[in-house]
């Protein structure tokens, strides 16, 4: 099958070209219609050119060539010697082109290609099997080529040498003299010169005497090998005439391209020829050409005004052919990202421009642009671009590229360059492994945060497996499965074992507390926090480091380190001038403003002043990178004839708020709270953010990058405090008061106690001791401890850390300085308020509150049934009452954390074991459903969009909000009963028909009503039997209401009843989805290994059923899959039962442990482990407009 490269130019301008106000991408001249080419004279009048075809029968021409005038006319495009049958006519350019190819290129021909160049040229030759190099134009000399360097490039099976003349998109051209050199190489070796001339007459008069601009045909040059391609669609105004050609000097170039022709199309359309005929008239076609050429002049110095007033950020190589030029945007010594700066400016402001990146990877950071347009639709589109909301735009595109040097050989630009060398040198095996990727690629996962984490957990696991392999000591070897099986469950803090820890070496015993650590909950999330903060600092290199030397110069030692956990202050100025008058705040954050591309501006930038002044400031040079001022707008113009004229209300009509036109009113006290407050309708559920300005958009960024930063330092001084205090407090207790204890197996106390601490916060539930926690059952203080550091470590994490964060922002209220707290209090209130925008562990206070409420109602549930199903089992009642009970609420707190057992799992009842299989699968789903419910992309997530229903009362608006916020509901628009507007069409219809039956003297009222109360009647029975069988439409369907007493059937208003019982809105409760995706995720997977391990432990079973039962097996992968690590264990055996398993059974157990670690997970569509970038505005942008969309519809479609 042929490989066609992706054709990024047109796919990227057939998506956007319909949806841009501002064009500034497409490259033919202006287009004119037929009363414009009337208006042109010429040799031909309109008359005579409509009367030679009006009656013309509009069939197969006699010549499938094309129309011999059509082709006469341009023959002499080139030179009067040119016959007309060494030209042919084609439906486009495009198709000239690959008709070329397609007849004189074939596998093993080597072709030479420009680059950058129309991605056509460059791909064509390689789908047919052809060699293909790349000439490289170097940007560093204007674009120019190197002769040398194509003498080079020449091999003994060299083809074709392919020229686009002028370029494309650069805007270069080949002068005379250049093509000679061309054709003294083709002729020395022979080789086909092939010259894409579609942009040919569009020609800048030249400034230079020594040398014309504008040069030949290449075919009119007197080298027979050459072949030319043009059209009408770039350069005559006709893109809509699909009329092409090529000509040749070669009748054998010819005639192959007529046998290559006759396979793609068997004619033009004749309306289209004699449209071409009729504007290639000489005189016309002229006066189109001069006139596009002056067109495309105006707006080149249009371009160059605006390059020169920003020149520290664009510059170019001015064109000096084609309606197109190649701009750079640069930052510093960085290109920015033009695939970004091209899409925000699309999807945000409607300018469309075409990213350097679509004409190859090594041309990122540059744009093409076109100069063929009306002058003031250019104007209009560079006013948006010189926008001051536009002008952070190049401060935080998504990645800012250095330039790459020669040296830099390990960089992504060189590593591709490095590719498509290979590709031109080797092609067949390039083939062959670009086939074998694509075929791979759909069987391989994405990559995202949950396939990062499989890797994490599986190569960490494998390589320390290996290590502590190879620690075993060679009296008490373990197996490499066993060991295996050790780290995994500790890397995943199950906490099952397979052999006895206490008999392990110290080594091994530190690679397992070192496990516990790396595969804590806690300690992978720091990650995510650590690695979007590190994403934010990257988009805001710049004013990141503008911040670091403001806090060494301002701040002092103390507030400086405090300012480095915050990082950057407040990103946007937006809060207004009052706030700046005060500088020791200002300066804190005018490094971080948003920056303005601006030349000479008319605006002071002294504290104080207005932005309504005009005195010019000189002090800068044109074309400098300035901060924007509070309140000030980006004045464009020029010193040229033909200044661009910005319009008055432009900035006016891209903010969505008015209050953005009247912020130099804003309070001195704004602070985040404020902000929340005046964009509360731009606030979504669960902290989505949307209709927002750039500027609010930064200043927002600049708060959450501070917040993630205070929390990252938070989190990471918990997750080390917390142990460090356990392992001391254990430590030394196990020291003073359990020598006894820990001596029975051997251990050294402090070790014991630290590696307890460890285990315990960590939640794996492993100890040193071969009796566990059983072993302190007598000893309250160390079981409390153990029970506080569970619950802090994980089980009941979010509210410990919601707690602390609370207390942290106290302690600074009271111990900062009140101007400095300003600053901080802004993160802080961002990450109690939204917390979910930066951390999967932390809820907002309303679903914190669910959470406690849901694991605590868990844990009391099983604290009571535990004392009240032990009844009379004397293992428990051995115990003294208040002890018992002690003992089973320490059990009850560990099962859904730790997993530690406190008395003997075997020993306990049936019933018990029961109950304890469903609080091990129960026990996360408080944090898996209040994670995934709080999710800023919970409705994208799930596909289901909850609408906005407008309150009818205040009053209810506190327990409505609750409700709507942590139990959202869809409306089902389509499955609604028939409202009383559709019954009232009823009822007309029927009184209609009995007036009719009135007149004709027959009564048939009694007849009526009785068939009226049979209809209702049963219609009343149907609806009450739908809404029961409503339960049986799956899971996550909640039940209709039920109807109401007062509701009952009236059979004297038909009405009454039928609306009453029509007023129930459908609901698809987003919790209930979440439970049946996670019950989905879970079920299968726990049966399926149930039937794995028990027909691999078939004889186990056979020959011991009592300890090798199955409720046993569902008993240990239930536990090892919800990592809670309780075992029933073996007769006269102190590790866990499946360390009795065989090696089969052991690698089913080691997968269903990894996978029950990735379980409590938040789905890869969730904001908090998802980096920063445009993407999460557009989506959050698009879920806001479906809701709206929605609720309207749920008022509107009231039937």
Known sequence: MVKLEFFAVDHWLAERSTSTRHNLAHTSAHPASISDLEAIPGQENCDDFLSSFRSQPLDYPADFSGLASLRSKIANLYSEDLPFGNVLTTASGSLANFIVFYALIGPGDHVIIPSPGYPQLQAVPGSLGAEVSFWKANPQNEWNFDFDELEGLIKSNTKMIVINNPLNPLGTVLSEAALRKIIDIARKHSIIVFSDEIYRPIFYPSSSSSESRTPPSIISLGYEKTVATSALSKSYSLAGIRI???????????????????????????????????????????????????????????????????????????????????????????????????????????????????????????????????????????????????????????????????????????????????????????????????????????????????????????????????????????????????????????????????????????????????????????FTIWLRARVFEKRFEDIVEAERNRRIKKTGAIVGMAGAMIGLPVMSSFKGSKRKQKKDRHERQAEADAFQLTGSTSHEKGHGRSHSQTTQQGSGPSGMLEPIEEGQRLGFSTSFTEPLSPKSNAAARRRPFSRDDSRQSVSESFDFKTFIHENKKSVGRNGQFFDLTEEQREYLGGVEYRALKILFTIVCIYF?????????????????????????????????????????????????????????????????????????????????????????????????????????????????????????????????????????????????????????????????????????????????????????????????????????????????????????????????????????????????????????????????????????????????????????????????????????????????????????????????????????????????????????????????????????????????????????????????????????????????????????GLPNYSFSFVGGWYTGSKLVMIIMMIRGRHRGLPVALDHAVKLPGWDNVRKQNEDAEIRRTLSKSRTTLQF
């Not at 670009?434 to 945060?449: D, G, H, K, Q």
């Not at 907002?844 to 959470?851: C, D, G, I, Q, S």
């Not at 306990?908 to 996360?924: G, H, K, R």
């Not at 906005?948 to 506190?958: A, D, G, R, V």
Request: hydrophobic share 45%; with cysteine; glycine share 6%.
């Open 244 to 526: 092409g050609w090529l000509a040749s000097a070669s009748q054998d170039i010819i005639d192959l391209c007529v046998n290559a022709r006759a396979y793609c199309l068997i004619a033009t359309s004749q309306l289209d020829e004699h449209v071409a005929e009729f504007a290639l008239d000489p005189k016309r076609s002229a006066s189109i050409v001069e006139q596009n050429i002056s067109q495309a002049e105006r707006n080149k110095l249009i371009v160059q005004a605006f390059i020169d007033h920003h020149s520290d950020v664009c510059s170019w190589v001015a064109p000096v052919g084609a309606a197109l030029g190649f701009m750079k945007f640069t930052r510093g010594d960085r290109l920015v990202d033009d695939l970004s700066l091209c899409k925000v400016l699309h999807e945000e402001e409607g300018v469309l421009l075409v990213p350097g990146t679509c004409f190859g990877k090594e041309y990122a950071g540059w744009v093409r642009i076109g100069l063929g347009m009306p002058s003031q639709r250019l104007r209009d589109g560079l006013e948006v671009v010189s926008s001051p909301e536009l002008a952070p735009v190049f401060v935080r595109s998504r990645h800012l590229r250095k330039p790459s040097l020669p040296s830099e050989r390990v960089s992504i630009t060189m590593a591709w360059q490095l590719w498509e060398k290979f590709k031109a040198d080797h092609p067949a095996t390039a083939d062959y492994m670009s086939e074998i990727c694509a075929a791979v690629r759909p069987y391989l996962p994405p990559v995202n945060f949950i396939t990062a984490h499989y890797a994490y957990f599986i190569c960490t696991g494998l390589i320390f497996a290996g290590i502590f392999h190879g620690l075993s000591h060679s009296a008490n070897s373990v197996s490499f499965i066993d060991s295996l099986f050790l780290v995994i469950s500790a890397f995943t803090t199950s906490g099952l074992n397979t052999v006895d820890i206490s008999k392990l070496t110290t080594a091994q015993q530190a690679i397992i507390a070192l496990m516990m650590v790396l595969g804590s909950p806690v300690f992978v999330s720091i």
């Open 720 to 1128: 080390i405090l917390w142990q460090l205090l356990g392992a001391i407090t254990l430590g030394a207790w196990s020291y003073v008061h359990s020598q006894s204890i820990t001596a029975v197996n051997a251990q050294n106390s402090w070790w014991a106690g630290i590696f307890l601490a460890i285990s315990s916060f960590n939640n794996a539930g492993m100890t040193l001791l071969d009796a566990g926690v059983t072993a302190f059952d007598n000893d309250a203080f160390v079981l409390t401890i153990v029970t506080i550091l569970s619950l802090a470590g994980n089980a009941a994490f979010p509210a410990f850390l919601r707690a602390t964060v609370y207390f942290c922002s106290l302690v600074l209220k009271v111990s900062v300085d009140s101007d400095e707290y300003l600053v901080w209090k802004e993160a802080f209130d961002f990450i109690l308020k939204y917390p979910r925008r930066l951390y999967m562990m932390m809820f907002p206070t309303k679903a914190n509150l669910v959470f406690v409420t849901m694991f605590s109602t868990i844990a009391v549930m099983d604290w009571v049934l535990l004392l009240v199903l032990s009844i009379g089992n004397s293992a428990i009642e051995a115990y003294p009452v208040g002890k018992r009970v002690g003992l089973a609420l320490f059990q009850a707190l560990s099962i859904p954390s730790s997993g530690f057992a406190v008395v003997s799992v075997s020993s306990l009842y049936f019933d018990v074991l029961v109950l304890w299989v469903i609080v091990m699968y129960i026990s996360a789903y408080p944090e898996i459903i209040v994670m995934r419910n709080s999710n800023v992309y919970e409705e994208r997530s799930l596909g289901i969009y909850t609408t906005q229903p407008e309150k009818s009362e205040e009053s209810n608006s506190t327990l409505d909000e609750s409700a709507e916020e942590l139990l959202p509901t869809f409306e089902p628009l389509l499955s609604r009963p028939t409202s009383g507007h559709t019954l009232g069409l009823e009822k007309s219809a029927v009184s209609a028909v009995g007036a009719s039956q009135d007149k004709s003297g027959i009564s048939t009222k009694p007849i009526k009503k009785i068939a009226a109360i049979g209809r209702r009647g049963t219609s009343f029975v149907g609806k009450q039997i739908q809404s029961r069988m409503n339960n049986f439409q799956g899971v996550g369907v909640t039940a209709r209401p039920r109807l109401k007493r007062s509701a009952a059937i009236n059979f004297n208003d038909p009405n009454e009843a039928s609306e009453s019982t029509s007023t129930f809105e459908g609901h698809v409760s987003l919790v209930s989805q979440h439970l049946r995706g996670q019950l989905s995720h879970d079920i299968w997977a726990i049966a399926f290994s149930l039937f794995l391990i028990t027909l691999i432990e078939t004889s186990h079973s056979i020959a011991d059923p009592r300890s090798y039962s199955v409720f046993n097996f569902l008993f240990e992968i239930v536990s090892g899959y919800t990592n809670i690590g309780l075992s029933m």
